[in-house]
């Protein structure tokens, strides 16, 4: 594992390398970079610090002794991530500080010294170590890291604490990626200033959840503002943000394709990404290529792509004539979720190195063939049906009726070897983002729609209910059918909504494989 002083050094080296890089172009291409620990001899040795960032004393990640750094991991299949994890947060009354890591998407084991959220927790002054181990079978792709203390989530996803894994492979599979320039791209929605709150989560719902209570001197908010009037000029009290910038340039030549890989890593907000005037290749979802799915091609083309939080997309972007913009359109949550305006991310602008390139058609020629693991293989019938509930009211958010708290026992026990049909119904105003750990799954239909072509993810939207003429409500759905076939995923694990106040506030329950 480096030392402090080895990966302050390896980090200087990697912005150092950043910044040559971008002197050796004439134009403007400055994107942010963002440093990275690359696996040796099959390790990837990670060591992060828990602190209070000096400016508005929110909980943030130290890396190398950098403060507000998260770096990307880059494994391949068969690796192991060796995680170190020291909380350095102060033990102030009323306020959560503990800190565990979850490690999104991957499939691997959920128990310690594994992706366990439940029982892995570092206290004010503790430190937790992880080894993860990659299966040699894993899907290559964009995954990510991220706090999952109950009750302090997100809080500490919103001031930052979040970094990318790339599982290596996905270029081999496609080689047509391997000569284009890779961007890494983290989005996140930031407060403002020191005292912003999302309008979810009133201090007081913070109450209990780790033997905590409210500040003194605060009082329960309004639990829901509503955007139902024009949520598209609807203020936030968050401001996006790409790889930590308020706005991004991104350089690149007319007819030059470059190779997106973006996660949401907001706590709650919606990113539907456009680039003006361009089509977008979209090539993975979730970590996992599109053509992990039998018989789904290995790329669509699309003009934009809704991310709810936590979802990653993997896409080519092809440079345009003219400067243009990187977006995310405005997106109704409902007439009482949160407030999703549109936002310009980034500029793309030619940085004049060379003259145009070929923007002829995109083919992708498939190369190494995917893993042979069981999300190629044909799906056996389901082994079970279940329905889960989202459901709201003023004191807090549940799933199928009921608020999570530490220690609830299986809400549900799946057997290995199986998958199972679930339906997703979303009976309250505001949408829902349903994600299980450990496992993927395919969304078979939205509110009866079929969804083609089918892929493997492991978060999908549930629209809110609709009101019928004759004043009835009929709830959102989603049909998934959740894959647990992977022998690797046997234990005790969480599904919630990754809209990470509501499920800090109760919806989430625990599903225990056998």
């Not at 390398?17 to 970079?33: E, K, T, V």
């Not at 403060?67 to 995680?83: F, L, Y």
């Not at 004010?124 to 706090?147: F, Q, S």
């Not at 604490?161 to 961007?183: C, D, F, K, W």
Request: hydrophobic letters at 40%.
């Amino acid at each position: 594992m480096f030392s402090r002083v080895a990966s302050l050094l390896f980090t200087v080296m990697l912005l150092a390398n950043a910044s040559q890089q971008s002197q050796r172009l004439p134009g403007p291409d400055i994107f942010p970079s963002i440093p990275e620990i690359h696996s040796v001899r099959g390790v990837a040795s990670v060591s992060l610090d828990v602190v209070l960032d000096p400016v508005d004393g929110k909980p943030i990640f130290e890396y190398g002794g950098i403060a507000g750094v998260a770096p990307t991991i880059r494994v391949a299949p068969g690796d192991t991530i060796a995680m170190t994890i020291h909380n350095a947060l102060p033990a102030t009354p009323g306020r959560p500080g503990d800190v565990n890591v979850h490690f999104h998407g991957l499939v691997v084991s959920p128990d310690a010294p594994g992706d366990d959220v439940l029982r892995t927790i570092a206290r004010p002054g503790g430190t937790v170590r992880y080894l993860v181990k990659i299966p040699a079978d894993h899907e290559p792709g964009l995954y990510w890291y991220h706090p999952h203390a109950h009750g302090a989530t997100y809080e500490q996803v919103t001031s930052g604490m979040s970094g990318a894994i790339v599982v290596e492979g996905l270029q081999q599979h496609l080689p047509v990626l391997q000569t284009m320039r890779e961007r890494i791209i983290v989005l996140r929605d930031v407060p403002i200033g020191p005292n912003a709150v999302d309008e979810d989560m009133p201090m007081t719902s913070m109450a209990g959840m780790n033997g905590t209570s409210p500040p003194a001197g605060t009082s329960a908010a309004p639990r829901k503002a509503t955007n139902a009037a024009n949520p598209c000029r609807a203020e936030s009290a968050l401001q996006p943000t790409l790889n930590r910038q308020l706005h991004a340039h991104i350089g690149i030549r007319p007819g030059e394709r470059q190779f997106f890989r973006v996660v949401n890593a907001s706590a709650s907000r919606y990113f539907d990404l456009s680039v003006d005037g361009s089509t977008l290749g979209l090539v993975a979802r979730d970590g996992v290529p599109l053509d992990a799915y039998p018989g789904t091609p290995p790329l669509e083309i699309v003009r934009h792509l809704l991310l709810p939080p936590a979802s990653r997309a993997e896409f080519i972007v092809t440079g345009p004539a003219r400067p243009s913009e990187l977006r995310s359109a405005c997106f109704n949550s409902g007439p009482t979720g949160d407030a999703d305006p549109a936002v310009d991310l980034a500029t793309l602008v030619d940085p004049g190195a060379n003259d145009a390139e070929s923007s002829a058609p995109l083919e992708l020629r498939v190369g190494s063939p995917l893993p042979a693991n069981v999300l190629s293989q044909p799906l056996p019938p389901p082994a079970a049906t279940r329905t889960i509930r989202f459901t709201e009211d003023a004191a807090g958010f549940y799933l199928n009726g009921k608020a999570f708290a530490m220690g609830d026992r299986p809400a549900i026990v799946a057997r290995s070897g199986t998958v199972e049909a679930w339906t997703l119904l979303n009976e309250t105003d505001e949408v829902h983002d349903f994600h299980i750990h450990q496992v993927h799954f395919a969304t078979t239909s939205l509110d009866g729609v079929p969804v083609r072509p089918r892929i493997w993810s492991d978060t999908v939207n549930v629209p809110p209910r609709r009101r019928l003429a004759d004043g009835r409500y009929l709830a959102g759905n989603a049909k998934i059918i959740v894959d647990f076939r992977d022998p690797v995923v046997r234990g005790t694990f969480v599904y919630h909504c990754h809209i990470l106040d509501h499920e800090d506030q109760g919806m989430m329950a625990v599903i225990r494989v056998i």
